[in-house]
């Protein structure tokens, strides 16, 4: 099969992109308004892009709740999902009013940050504590009234749950991370590889 993306022509019943770049791990964004309201959200388009120093970013199509929090108020969190959370990330997905506290929403406990503003999500087994950086408007399509932002931050600090910690390694097996893949489906880490580097 081949198409164009330009005319997104595949003559299939859902675009295929989302379901070859998988699967994704997902940025659960909390972060605070300018009122102290917290707002939390998971987001596919987001991954690890640098270390030294360590900056992380994440995507929407369009202006959401969590890039205009940040960039008023300088700080976010990138909270781990795993498995056992599928039905809390799930439901922080949900639109809902930029007052509406999604923690309470989902059932999610929050906790304070060490270094930043923004809170945590309590069941969580990691978090990445990140103070922003800056906004990168991505091109758009021209008949498309989406604009794709993509939003930095330096990672600041960074919370473990101890019990994953094996021989002074995370043990990413045992966190059982979720992963976003196409459509509606979700992943999970099936196994894992070593191969020294040459």
Not at 29 to 48: E, H, Q, R, V, W
Not at 70 to 81: H, K, L, S
Request: glycine share 8%; proline share 6%; net charge negative.
């Amino acid at each position: 099969m081949y198409y164009e993306t330009a005319t997104n022509d595949h003559g299939l019943p859902h675009d295929p992109l989302k379901a070859l770049v998988a699967p994704r791990p997902i940025g659960w964004i909390s972060s605070l308004d300018a009122d102290g309201t917290p707002n939390l959200a998971p987001y596919s388009f987001f991954n690890l892009l640098a270390t030294g120093p360590a900056i992380v970013g994440f995507s929407s199509g369009s202006k959401k709740d969590s890039q205009r929090n940040i960039e008023v108020t300088g700080d976010f969190v990138c909270n781990f999902t795993s498995v056992d959370l599928i039905d809390k990330v799930n439901a922080t997905a949900k639109h809902v009013a930029a007052h509406v506290n999604e923690f309470e929403l989902a059932g999610l406990t929050q906790v304070e940050s060490r270094l930043i503003k923004a809170p945590r999500v309590a069941q969580a087994r990691a978090h990445l504590e990140c103070r922003y950086l800056k906004t990168v408007e991505l091109p758009g399509e021209e008949e498309s009234e989406m604009i794709w932002s993509l939003v930095l931050g330096q990672v600041v600090a960074v919370h473990i749950d101890d019990s994953y910690l094996k021989n002074g390694l995370v043990d990413t097996l045992a966190m059982e991370p979720l992963t976003r893949m196409g459509y509606l489906d979700y992943g999970v880490l099936g196994g894992m590889m070593t191969r020294e580097r040459p």
